[in-house]
């Protein structure tokens, strides 16, 4: 059983900065790709970036150039800078893992519970 712990959502004006966290806790053999997902009212969930166990990482076009994604594997544990925030990135942001248990183990994906991102002014 995995366990996905994020923070860092709230309020915040346009043109300002959020970090999020969401560290990873349980029985995990390793962590694949970790990632970022969110979820405005009315719309489907959309990937917003995600990033390999090596480090490669893989932006939404409407957030290449403003968010920074990044891990760190001692902590289970994966960020997501969001900076020069606008409305439009309003939304509920998951953060979502593969990993396996044990090294036998098929690999799995987990999800978080989600943070409020509100951008506004």
């Known amino acids: 059983q995995v366990q996905l712990v994020e923070s860092g959502g709230g309020l915040v004006q346009p043109g300002g900065s959020l970090r999020l966290s969401c560290a990873a806790s349980g029985t995990i053999f390793r962590i694949g790709t970790m990632g970022w997902y969110r979820q405005a009212p009315g719309k489907q969930r959309e990937l917003v970036a995600v990033i390999g166990i090596s480090g490669t990482t893989t932006y939404a076009p409407s957030v290449k150039d403003r968010f920074t994604i990044s891990r760190d594997n001692a902590k289970n544990t994966v960020y997501l800078q969001m900076d020069s925030l606008k409305s439009e990135d309003t939304a509920v942001y998951y953060c979502?893992?593969?990993?396996?248990?044990?090294?036998?183990?098929?690999?799995?994906?987990?999800w978080g519970q989600g943070t409020q991102v509100t951008v506004s002014s």
């Open positions: 979502n893992i593969q990993q396996r248990a044990y090294a036998a183990s098929p690999s799995s994906t987990t």
